[in-house]
Protein backbone atom coordinates (compact mmCIF):
# COMPACT_ATOMS: atom_id res chain seq x y z
CA UNK A 1 0.00 0.00 0.00
CA UNK A 2 1.12 3.40 -1.35
CA UNK A 3 2.20 6.03 1.90
CA UNK A 4 1.81 9.46 2.04
CA UNK A 5 3.33 11.17 -1.17
CA UNK A 6 4.46 15.20 -1.60
CA UNK A 7 5.53 16.69 -4.39
CA UNK A 8 7.59 18.54 -5.22
CA UNK A 9 10.47 17.07 -2.40
CA UNK A 10 12.74 20.30 -3.20
CA UNK A 11 11.26 23.79 -4.20
CA UNK A 12 13.43 26.91 -4.67
CA UNK A 13 11.96 30.53 -4.29
CA UNK A 14 12.64 34.13 -3.91
CA UNK A 15 11.44 36.48 -1.45
CA UNK A 16 7.91 37.40 -2.84
CA UNK A 17 6.89 34.76 -4.60
CA UNK A 18 4.24 32.15 -3.76
CA UNK A 19 5.10 28.46 -3.22
CA UNK A 20 2.70 25.47 -3.71
CA UNK A 21 3.28 22.39 -2.34
CA UNK A 22 0.83 19.20 -2.81
CA UNK A 23 0.31 16.38 -0.75
CA UNK A 24 -1.60 12.89 -1.60
CA UNK A 25 -2.58 11.07 1.79
CA UNK A 26 -2.63 7.19 2.40
CA UNK A 27 -5.61 5.14 1.09
CA UNK A 28 -8.58 5.37 2.66
CA UNK A 29 -7.56 8.39 5.02
CA UNK A 30 -9.65 11.33 4.89
CA UNK A 31 -7.54 14.03 7.20
CA UNK A 32 -4.94 15.55 6.02
CA UNK A 33 -1.91 17.47 8.57
CA UNK A 34 0.85 19.97 7.48
CA UNK A 35 3.60 20.64 10.01
CA UNK A 36 6.45 22.98 8.77
CA UNK A 37 9.58 21.94 10.62
CA UNK A 38 12.18 24.61 10.35
CA UNK A 39 15.84 24.92 11.83
CA UNK A 40 16.04 25.79 15.09
CA UNK A 41 12.14 25.87 15.93
CA UNK A 42 10.88 22.00 15.58
CA UNK A 43 7.92 20.75 14.48
CA UNK A 44 5.29 23.11 14.42
CA UNK A 45 1.62 22.31 13.08
CA UNK A 46 0.05 24.18 10.26
CA UNK A 47 -3.19 23.13 9.15
CA UNK A 48 -5.60 20.19 9.70
CA UNK A 49 -7.99 19.28 7.00
CA UNK A 50 -10.67 17.22 7.43
CA UNK A 51 -13.80 16.06 4.74
CA UNK A 52 -12.70 19.08 2.92
CA UNK A 53 -12.63 21.51 5.57
CA UNK A 54 -9.64 23.22 7.40
CA UNK A 55 -10.67 21.83 11.08
CA UNK A 56 -7.72 23.67 12.97
CA UNK A 57 -4.81 26.20 12.30
CA UNK A 58 -1.72 26.46 14.32
CA UNK A 59 -0.32 30.02 15.03
CA UNK A 60 1.03 31.15 11.24
CA UNK A 61 -0.37 34.02 9.44
CA UNK A 62 -2.84 34.28 6.75
CA UNK A 63 -0.47 34.20 3.91
CA UNK A 64 -0.15 29.95 4.91
CA UNK A 65 -3.12 28.56 3.27
CA UNK A 66 -4.41 25.44 1.87
CA UNK A 67 -7.31 23.21 0.94
CA UNK A 68 -8.19 19.70 0.48
CA UNK A 69 -9.94 18.13 -2.94
CA UNK A 70 -12.83 15.60 -2.61
CA UNK A 71 -10.16 12.89 -3.59
CA UNK A 72 -8.90 14.22 0.01
CA UNK A 73 -5.46 15.53 -1.41
CA UNK A 74 -4.24 17.94 -0.44
CA UNK A 75 -2.44 21.94 -1.15
CA UNK A 76 -0.80 24.14 0.79
CA UNK A 77 -0.05 27.70 -0.37
CA UNK A 78 2.49 29.92 0.89
CA UNK A 79 2.05 33.69 -0.50
CA UNK A 80 4.44 36.40 -0.30
CA UNK A 81 7.10 34.49 1.09
CA UNK A 82 9.67 35.27 2.96
CA UNK A 83 13.61 33.97 4.33
CA UNK A 84 12.16 32.59 7.31
CA UNK A 85 9.73 30.50 5.44
CA UNK A 86 12.60 28.06 4.33
CA UNK A 87 11.90 24.82 6.11
CA UNK A 88 10.81 21.56 5.15
CA UNK A 89 7.04 21.06 4.75
CA UNK A 90 5.98 17.43 6.68
CA UNK A 91 2.28 16.25 5.62
CA UNK A 92 0.43 13.56 7.29
CA UNK A 93 -2.74 11.53 6.91
CA UNK A 94 -4.66 9.79 9.21
CA UNK A 95 -8.05 7.95 9.38
CA UNK A 96 -11.10 10.32 10.80
CA UNK A 97 -11.97 8.22 13.68
CA UNK A 98 -10.83 11.22 15.95
CA UNK A 99 -9.61 8.88 18.65
CA UNK A 100 -6.49 9.28 20.65
CA UNK A 101 -4.34 6.66 19.27
CA UNK A 102 -5.33 7.67 15.68
CA UNK A 103 -1.90 7.37 14.59
CA UNK A 104 -0.77 10.38 11.83
CA UNK A 105 1.31 8.60 8.95
CA UNK A 106 3.81 11.29 7.46
CA UNK A 107 5.15 11.81 3.87
CA UNK A 108 8.68 12.25 2.75
CA UNK A 109 8.65 16.48 3.15
CA UNK A 110 9.09 19.39 0.76
CA UNK A 111 11.87 20.82 1.23
CA UNK A 112 11.33 24.97 0.57
CA UNK A 113 14.42 27.44 0.00
CA UNK A 114 13.77 30.91 -0.12
CA UNK A 115 16.33 33.27 -1.64
CA UNK B 1 -0.52 24.04 27.56
CA UNK B 2 0.37 20.51 26.12
CA UNK B 3 4.31 20.67 26.03
CA UNK B 4 7.34 17.95 25.50
CA UNK B 5 10.87 18.15 26.86
CA UNK B 6 13.37 15.79 25.36
CA UNK B 7 16.57 16.96 27.57
CA UNK B 8 19.05 14.89 25.48
CA UNK B 9 20.07 16.28 22.28
CA UNK B 10 22.03 13.46 21.45
CA UNK B 11 23.16 9.85 22.56
CA UNK B 12 25.40 7.49 21.61
CA UNK B 13 25.13 3.55 21.93
CA UNK B 14 26.74 0.69 20.63
CA UNK B 15 25.52 -1.67 17.75
CA UNK B 16 23.54 -4.75 19.70
CA UNK B 17 23.45 -2.26 23.13
CA UNK B 18 19.96 -1.34 24.62
CA UNK B 19 19.00 2.97 24.40
CA UNK B 20 16.77 4.96 26.31
CA UNK B 21 15.54 8.12 25.09
CA UNK B 22 13.85 10.36 27.18
CA UNK B 23 10.60 12.42 27.24
CA UNK B 24 8.74 14.19 29.70
CA UNK B 25 5.23 15.84 28.95
CA UNK B 26 2.99 18.29 30.38
CA UNK B 27 -0.84 18.18 29.90
CA UNK B 28 -3.85 19.13 32.07
CA UNK B 29 -5.84 17.13 29.84
CA UNK B 30 -6.65 13.10 31.59
CA UNK B 31 -7.13 11.78 28.18
CA UNK B 32 -4.01 12.34 25.92
CA UNK B 33 -1.50 9.71 23.51
CA UNK B 34 2.04 9.74 23.67
CA UNK B 35 3.86 8.57 20.31
CA UNK B 36 7.30 7.76 19.01
CA UNK B 37 8.54 8.80 15.70
CA UNK B 38 12.03 8.36 14.01
CA UNK B 39 13.43 10.86 11.18
CA UNK B 40 15.97 9.21 9.14
CA UNK B 41 18.12 11.99 7.17
CA UNK B 42 15.89 12.01 4.26
CA UNK B 43 13.10 13.59 6.47
CA UNK B 44 10.45 11.54 6.34
CA UNK B 45 8.53 10.72 10.12
CA UNK B 46 8.68 6.98 10.60
CA UNK B 47 5.61 5.97 13.03
CA UNK B 48 7.18 3.62 15.94
CA UNK B 49 5.06 3.23 19.45
CA UNK B 50 2.11 4.43 20.84
CA UNK B 51 1.05 4.80 24.31
CA UNK B 52 -2.11 5.76 25.45
CA UNK B 53 -2.92 7.43 28.93
CA UNK B 54 -5.52 5.17 30.27
CA UNK B 55 -2.99 1.91 29.71
CA UNK B 56 -2.59 -0.53 32.22
CA UNK B 57 0.61 -1.85 30.49
CA UNK B 58 3.84 -0.23 28.67
CA UNK B 59 3.57 -0.15 24.96
CA UNK B 60 6.12 -2.20 22.72
CA UNK B 61 6.37 -2.77 19.11
CA UNK B 62 8.81 -5.34 18.07
CA UNK B 63 12.70 -3.86 19.58
CA UNK B 64 10.90 -0.68 20.92
CA UNK B 65 9.15 -0.33 24.29
CA UNK B 66 8.21 2.41 25.75
CA UNK B 67 8.30 3.23 29.64
CA UNK B 68 5.33 4.84 30.72
CA UNK B 69 5.46 6.26 33.96
CA UNK B 70 2.02 8.53 34.47
CA UNK B 71 2.35 10.05 37.59
CA UNK B 72 5.97 11.38 36.56
CA UNK B 73 4.45 12.16 33.14
CA UNK B 74 7.45 10.48 31.26
CA UNK B 75 7.57 8.45 28.21
CA UNK B 76 10.81 7.08 27.44
CA UNK B 77 11.38 5.31 24.38
CA UNK B 78 13.59 1.75 24.67
CA UNK B 79 14.91 0.57 21.85
CA UNK B 80 17.02 -2.76 22.55
CA UNK B 81 19.54 -4.43 20.28
CA UNK B 82 20.42 -1.55 18.65
CA UNK B 83 21.32 -1.67 14.91
CA UNK B 84 23.19 0.77 12.35
CA UNK B 85 20.26 1.63 10.72
CA UNK B 86 18.49 3.07 14.16
CA UNK B 87 20.79 6.20 13.75
CA UNK B 88 18.14 8.98 13.23
CA UNK B 89 16.55 11.70 15.04
CA UNK B 90 13.79 10.04 17.14
CA UNK B 91 10.68 13.20 18.28
CA UNK B 92 8.32 12.33 21.06
CA UNK B 93 4.98 13.78 20.43
CA UNK B 94 1.32 14.19 22.48
CA UNK B 95 -1.82 14.66 21.49
CA UNK B 96 -4.82 15.51 23.79
CA UNK B 97 -8.31 14.58 23.47
CA UNK B 98 -9.20 18.19 23.23
CA UNK B 99 -6.29 19.01 21.21
CA UNK B 100 -7.92 19.60 17.62
CA UNK B 101 -5.79 16.21 16.56
CA UNK B 102 -2.69 18.38 16.42
CA UNK B 103 0.16 16.67 17.27
CA UNK B 104 2.79 18.84 19.92
CA UNK B 105 6.69 17.62 19.31
CA UNK B 106 9.40 17.89 21.33
CA UNK B 107 12.68 19.11 20.34
CA UNK B 108 14.20 15.72 19.12
CA UNK B 109 17.01 13.05 19.95
CA UNK B 110 19.75 12.68 17.61
CA UNK B 111 20.74 8.80 17.56
CA UNK B 112 24.09 7.95 16.69
CA UNK B 113 25.14 3.90 16.58
CA UNK B 114 28.10 2.66 16.28
CA UNK B 115 29.94 -0.53 14.85
Known amino acids: EAGVTQSPTHLIKTRGQQATLRCSPISGHTSVYWYQQALGLGLQFLLW???????NRGNFPPRFSGRQFPNYSSELNVNALELEDSALYLC??????????????FGPGTRLLVL | AQKITQTQPGMFVQEKEAVTLDCTYDTSDPSYGLFWYKQPSSGEMIFLIY??????QNATEGRYSLNFQKARKSANLVISASQLGDSAMYFCAMREDTGFQKLVFGTGTRLLVSP
Open chain 2, 51 to 56: QGSYDQ
Open chain 1, 92 to 105: ASSLELREIQETQY
Open chain 1, 49 to 55: YDEGEER
